[in-house]
């Protein structure tokens, strides 16, 4: 029972680690991976249990039974191979003339193993039994494990090579195929030199988990990018594209945090509104005001390119300086009317700012320095009012 105990503790460790990969999922465009990796998962459990077949069988002699497990040892071989080709190429997204190739490769061998294994039920060219039942590998069946073992190795080779080539997540695939393709041609070497030991179904479960491993690093990945996604799309104002007001309350309180544990001892605030919006959505339509807001929005952003921009109303925005645009403040406030005066000249979007500065010995308070910013901006847009009213007159 030597050889078919190591066969079922591989098919027990196999199942074990794959128990939620072995569940069937939907197939999407997203999700090729998991229902190809679940076709080779089931092709090397048939396989397992072929191989456990054949050496409990074949410690018994009893050579009819043998002889079917033989066979069908073999050609659940060559369908896990397939089915490897299949999942490897889905897995490293190779789609091109280099993944159709390995592809068919695997059916080559596939067809090649089934031909053989026909032709061996009425010439012995794969394996036969002695008059003592002993068991005979033949010429064919070297060939069959030598043709498998130029693919695996191949395709390392070539993964390895792509992995140089390649950058982050996808060199992460192509050195995975390449260790697991590595393992298995060792393996595949071993097991022609000593036919009566199990080698080949241990290189399949040790290539199984190294896959499996990144198979499900990668859903980790997956998952955490879709968090960091939805995330960002909620903290995402949906007409311009900036920070919305949940974003700018989160912020509010890291800020406030930041002071109070002293990692953050200045900082400044600029208020924008949009000037006239109103007028536009009265006269010309609230798809008109949508698009003078988002006018407004990337002439503050431009100016403000180092700081996060929060539209906190529908006309109303606000950033938040820190570090160097603190150090600039006054002069990217003064950058930034200055376009708004062109713009006043030219009749084009004006959107008003005031400014005020974090004072720690009277601002007890974010929402005191957002008020001193507020009534300034207020100021200004009155003043440009005015102004305009001077141009148009």
């Known amino acids: 029972m030597y050889y078919a105990s190591i066969g079922i503790i591989a098919l027990i460790i196999l199942v074990i680690i794959n128990i939620e990969a072995l569940k069937k999922v939907k197939k999407t465009s997203e999700n090729d991976v998991r229902p190809k990796y679940r076709q080779y998962l089931i092709s090397l459990i048939v396989f397992f249990c072929m191989d456990v077949s054949w050496g409990f069988f074949y410690e018994h002699r009893w050579l009819i039974v043998t002889y079917m497990a033989t066979f069908m040892f073999f050609a659940s071989m060559v369908v896990s191979v397939l089915c490897w080709t299949r999942c490897v190429v889905t897995f490293s997204g190779s789609k091109g003339k280099?993944?159709?190739?390995?592809?068919?490769?695997?059916?080559?061998?596939f067809l090649f193993e089934i031909v053989v294994l026909l032709v061996n039920v009425f010439v012995p060219i794969v394996f036969t039994f002695t008059e003592d039942k002993e068991y005979v590998p033949l010429l064919a069946r070297y060939i069959g494990l030598s043709l498998q073992m130029i693919l695996f190795f191949?395709?390392?080779?070539?993964?390895?090579?792509?992995?140089?080539?390649?950058?982050?997540?996808?060199?992460?695939?192509?050195?995975?195929?390449?260790?697991?393709?590595?393992?298995?041609?060792?393996?595949?070497?071993?097991?022609?030199?000593?036919p009566l030991m199990p080698f080949y179904s241990m290189g399949c479960l040790f290539g199984t988990c190294l896959i499996h491993t990144f198979v499900y690093k990668d859903k980790e990945t997956e998952y955490n990018m879709s968090i960091r996604l939805a995330k960002k799309k909620a903290y995402e104002d949906g007409l311009t594209g900036v920070k919305n007001k949940m974003a700018y309350l989160e912020t509010l309180v890291e800020l406030e945090n930041a002071l109070e544990h002293g990692?953050?001892?200045?900082?400044?605030?600029?208020?924008?509104?949009?000037?006239?919006?109103?007028?536009?959505?009265?006269t010309l339509g609230h798809e008109a005001g949508d698009e003078y807001i988002k006018r407004g929005c990337d002439v503050i952003c431009k100016k403000f390119i180092n700081s996060s921009v929060f539209r906190i109303g529908g006309d109303e925005f606000v950033v938040i300086l820190k570090d160097d645009d603190y150090v600039n403040r006054e002069?990217?406030?003064?950058?930034?009317?200055?376009?708004?005066?062109?713009?006043?000249?030219?009749?084009?979007?004006?959107?008003?700012?005031?400014?005020?500065?974090?004072?720690?010995?009277?601002?007890?308070?974010?929402?005191?320095?957002?008020?001193?910013?507020?009534?300034?901006?207020?100021?200004?847009?009155?003043?440009?009012?005015?102004?305009?009213?001077?141009?148009?007159?």
Not at 166 to 172: A, F, I
Not at 267 to 275: A, E, I, L, Q, R
Not at 362 to 367: A, T
């Open 331 to 393: 002069s990217l406030v003064e950058s930034f009317r200055k376009a708004i005066d062109e713009n006043l000249k030219n009749g084009s979007v004006i959107v008003a700012c005031g400014l005020a500065v974090y004072d720690v010995s009277k601002d007890c308070s974010y929402n005191d320095v957002f008020k001193r910013a507020d009534k300034s901006m207020y100021e200004q847009k009155q003043a440009l009012k005015v102004a305009a009213t001077c141009v148009n007159s």
């Open 263 to 282: 990692e953050l001892e200045e900082y400044g605030v600029v208020v924008f509104d949009v000037n006239d919006l109103k007028v536009i959505n009265d």
């Open 154 to 194: 191949t395709t390392s080779v070539y993964s390895m090579i792509m992995a140089i080539r390649s950058e982050e997540m996808r060199r992460s695939h192509y050195r995975t195929i390449s260790i697991s393709g590595l393992i298995m041609s060792s393996f595949i070497i071993v097991q022609m030199v000593f």
């Open 98 to 109: 280099s993944g159709k190739m390995i592809v068919f490769s695997g059916w080559l061998i």
